[in-house]
């Protein structure tokens, strides 16, 4: 069975108006009707940079706490936590776990493993 939603934990998190703190949430496989809808909104004409937090705006199900997930509030994201679900994205949208090289802090030997963020490892 595929894996369609990813929990994830934002780095720094989003503070709501009352100074809140909202870090985990939950983000689902893209759909080809997402990124066409996306093009097609209204705050991505002539601002193509735009187009990113309207589809993450689409594809993030829940932020702890928050009831709807829109445009502008992941544009109110910290830059960190914005790259971050922008990496996720295109790693749980993509056919293949990106495959990093690590060293074993305990004995210093060196391999290859594959960097998923859907665990939050």
């Not at 937090?53 to 445009?71: H, M, Q, T």
């Amino acid at each position: 069975m595929i894996q369609t939603e990813y929990e994830f934990m934002l780095p720094k998190g989003y503070v709501d108006e009352r100074g809140d703190l909202h870090r985990r949430g939950v983000m689902r496989l893209a759909t080809a009707l997402d990124e066409i809808e996306a093009m097609k909104h209204p705050g991505t004409k002539g601002n193509q940079e735009f187009l990113s937090v309207v589809l993450l705006s689409r594809v993030v199900k829940k932020l702890e706490g928050i009831a709807v997930i829109s445009p502008e509030l992941i544009g109110k994201l910290f830059t960190s936590d914005f790259a971050y679900l922008q990496n996720l994205y295109e790693t749980v949208n993509k056919a293949e776990d990106p495959i990093i090289q690590v060293q074993c802090p305990h004995c210093g030997k060196s391999f290859t493993d594959t960097l998923n963020f859907a665990v939050g490892e």
